[in-house]
T-cell receptor, first 114, second 112 residues
């Protein structure tokens, strides 16, 4: 099936620094989703991207849908301690005809040192 | 409102117990999902319901039995679980299949 390669696996940064992470695939995606998960909680949808080349912001977060439709980037500016968590990229893929399921990247674990 | 609720928050059960996890959404979504998640791994899909009908079963063992009583509710019935079934169980919903999914806070399940 389709796979998403997410990098980096983990990041250790100082408060105030900018962060960038990305997801790539060998297959085309029509939608890219970025989620953040805090320990013991469910993933929270941060940004959804629907068009190739689209650049969307949500506060200090900015995500882009790659022109080739095979990649996406998430940037966090001026990081703060509450940005700590695991960030997942995801995209819907067709499964068995008309069914869809989300394919997830393996996640980027972000640690912010105050 | 993009809220999906799940109960209970935590559950400890023995291998011979029968328990149920519950999920509810009032966003008018017609697709609902169960996922299993182990620590520091992405969620793994278990079941998909679309318009209250089971549309995907990812070869989940029969000791997990899903139920969708109506368009707002999703249950996961558990029976004779194994310790390796201990995990965070997540419910999600979306407007229809293929749309962005909204997750609940999860149920932390421990099987002893």
């Amino acid at each position: 099936g389709q796979q998403l390669n997410q990098s980096p696996q983990s990041m250790f940064i100082q408060e105030g620094e900018d962060v960038s992470m990305n997801c790539t695939s060998s297959s085309i995606f029509n939608t890219w989703l970025w989620y953040k998960q805090d320990p013991g909680e469910g993933p929270v949808l941060l940004i959804a991207l629907y068009k190739a080349g689209e650049l969307t912001s949500n506060g200090r977060l900015t995500a882009q849908f790659g022109i080739t439709r095979k990649d996406s980037f998430l940037n966090i500016s001026a990081s703060i301690p509450s940005d700590v968590g695991i960030y997942f990229c995801a995209g819907p893929t067709v499964s068995g005809g008309s069914n869809y399921k989300l394919t997830f990247g393996k996640g980027t674990l972000l640690t912010v040192n105050p | 409102d993009t809220e999906v609720t799940q109960t209970p928050k935590h559950l400890v059960m023995g291998m011979t117990n029968k328990k149920s996890l519950k999920c509810e959404q009032h966003m008018g979504h017609r697709a609902m999902y169960w996922y299993k998640q182990k620590a520091k791994k992405p969620p793994e899909l278990m079941f998909v319901y679309s318009y209250e009908k089971l549309s995907i079963n990812e070869s989940v063992p029969s000791r997990f039995s899903p139920e969708c009583p109506n368009s707002s509710l999703l249950n996961l019935h558990l029976h004779a679980l194994q310790p390796e079934d201990s995990a965070l169980y997540l419910c999600a919903s979306s407007h229809t299949k293929g749309d962005e999914q909204y997750f609940g806070p999860g149920t932390r399940l421990t099987v002893t």
